[in-house]
């Protein structure tokens, strides 16, 4: 996980009383900071799966009944968004999502040194 997640995620799991798993893969961070955020707005934890709390605690606007991001590309924009740094929106359509990837990911490339190999 970042250091941005872990920070986050560790003062998320102090305030819910939980432990914190230091050892957590980015995506798994971000489940787990989800989980978290919704158990303070009413979620009723862990005896209801974080996927159907999530979508139901969620407010679905209009942008996205209309072609919001899928869960996959809110997942990469949000890692993208605390690795650069940047604003995480989750009420992108899909073509702003798309756009706003492609610009953390020429803002993360022009970061790297150009002796850097790309991957």
Not at 9 to 19: C, F, I, N, Y
Not at 49 to 66: L, N, S, W
């Amino acid at each position: 996980m970042t250091d941005s997640q872990a920070s986050f995620l560790k003062r998320l799991s102090t305030d819910a009383g939980e432990e914190f798993d230091a050892t957590l893969s980015k995506a798994a961070a971000s489940r787990r900071i989800d989980e978290l955020l919704n158990r303070g707005k009413g979620g009723s934890g862990a005896s209801t799966p974080t996927r159907r709390t999530r979508k139901a605690a969620q407010p679905r606007t209009a942008k996205a009944k209309e072609g919001g991001m899928s869960e996959a590309q809110s997942g990469y924009l949000k890692e993208l968004a605390d690795e650069e740094g940047g604003d995480f929106d989750p009420d992108l359509t899909k073509e702003e999502g798309a756009r706003r990837i492609g610009e953390l990911l020429i803002k993360q490339m022009a970061r790297r040194s150009p002796t850097e190999p790309p991957f």
